[in-house]
Nanobody, 122 residues
Framework: QVQLVESGGGLVQAGGSLRLSCAAS?????MGWFRQAPGKEREFVAA????????YYRDSVKGRFTISRDKAKKTVYLQMDSLKPEDTAVYYC??????????????????WGQGTQVTVSS
């Protein structure tokens, strides 16, 4: 069984930074992040492959967010800089054993964390 535990969420001012962490019970090939704001659909944020040489981001976070992973720690990170109020959401860690998946599609991922709240104030 694969378990994912997110941490690092909190309240920050617009323009500030926050780093999310997702610790996995085992190493798994594909890992990523989704987010869901109140009243909105869950949306793809970022993803990374096993070696870390392939990363994917939604357009609205490119240049501001950076995804990385530490295989020794079985952990994926999401460094969020220049945060905006529209980044406010519950952020979910996701993982899958497959090496080639449609990362932007929620149903492509088979393992999910419980979520961590990120709130960006004006």
């Amino acid at each position: 069984q694969v378990q994912l535990v997110e941490s690092g969420g909190g309240l920050v001012q617009a323009g500030g930074s926050l780093r999310l962490s997702c610790a996995a019970s085992v190493n798994i090939y594909s890992m990523g992040w989704f987010r869901q704001a109140p009243g909105k659909e869950r949306e793809f944020v970022a993803a990374i492959n096993w070696s870390g040489d392939s990363t994917y981001y939604r357009d609205s976070v490119k240049g501001r967010f950076t995804i990385s992973r530490d295989k020794a720690k079985k952990t994926v990170y999401l460094q969020m800089d220049s945060l905006k109020p529209e980044d406010t959401a519950v952020y979910y860690c996701a993982a899958d054993r497959a090496s080639a998946i449609l990362v932007v599609v929620e149903s492509s991922w088979h393992y999910w964390g419980q979520g961590t709240q990120v709130t960006v104030s004006s």
